[in-house]
T-cell receptor
Framework: NAGVMQNPRHLVRRRGQEARLRCSPM?????VYWYRQLPEEGLKFMVY????????ESGMPKERFSAEFPKEGPSILRIQQVVRGDSAAYFC????????????FGPGTRLTVL | AQSVTQLDSHVSVSEGTPVLLRCNYS??????LFWYVQHPNKGLQLLLK??????LVKGINGFEAEFKKSETSFHLTKPSAHMSDAAEYFC???????????????FGQGTILTVHP
């Protein structure tokens, strides 16, 4: 059973470009979470999605960031018009449902904005 | 509301000596607590979790943690450190508040553990 998969693992963008980060949850998991880890900081919650629904986006910046988890295919975190401050590691996690248990994390995408 | 404070940003021990990583939490509701480990340039791996069962929780690789409600603490310990334990450790809380707190993990700032030969 493959774990949570994220791609790309490393992404380099110039200021003003768009970044698309993909996350495929573990088989049988219908809930996806995105977290951001800035340099020298812990992970910060961004958004919590079910298939075709955003459950909680309280951690998402108000502008330029969006997330989706379509009925088919991976979850996508999209950052428009990237700035240097967006450089970070972005982690995706999944769980089988509403749960206070473990979330399973992917290896992360490291975004560098030049 | 929930929060986590890891009391030490760096801990350094010698191989074979005990490890203590300290964590205090705040939660308006009954919390679930976790310790995750992150090796350099890798994802996060769950070490152990507390979800209102036994207060002393045993995890992988010889780690354990004790939930102390009166002290709002969930410290991570290991009797004897190994070189492979060198990594960053995160204390994490979530709670059954319902609404938007459900499923959202709140991470501490992390503790970097260094193990000397």
């Amino acid at each position: 059973n493959a774990g949570v998969m994220q791609n790309p693992r490393h992404l380099v963008r110039r200021r003003g470009q768009e970044a698309r980060l993909r996350c495929s949850p573990m088989k049988g998991h219908s809930h996806v979470y995105w977290y951001r880890q800035l340099p020298e900081e812990g992970l910060k919650f961004m958004v919590y999605l079910q298939k075709e629904n955003i459950i909680d986006e309280s951690g998402m910046p108000k502008e330029r960031f969006s997330a989706e988890f379509p009925k088919e295919g991976p979850s996508i975190l999209r950052i428009q018009q990237v700035v240097r401050g967006d450089s970070a590691a972005y982690f995706c996690a999944s769980s089988p449902g509403f749960s206070l248990g473990e979330q399973f994390f992917g290896p992360g995408t490291r975004l560098t904005v030049l | 509301a929930q929060s986590v404070t890891q009391l030490d940003s760096h801990v350094s021990v010698s191989e074979g000596t005990p490890v203590l990583l300290r964590c205090n939490y705040s939660s308006s509701y009954s919390p679930s607590l976790f310790w995750y480990v992150q090796h350099p340039n890798k994802g996060l791996q769950l070490l152990l979790k507390y979800t209102s069962a036994a207060t002393l929780v045993k995890g992988i690789n010889g780690f354990e943690a004790e939930f102390k409600k009166s002290e709002t603490s969930f410290h991570l310990t290991k009797p004897s450190a190994h070189m492979s334990d060198a990594a960053e450790y995160f204390c994490v809380v979530t709670s059954a508040a319902g609404g938007t707190s459900y499923g959202k993990l709140t991470f501490g700032q992390g503790t970097i553990l260094t193990v000397h030969p």
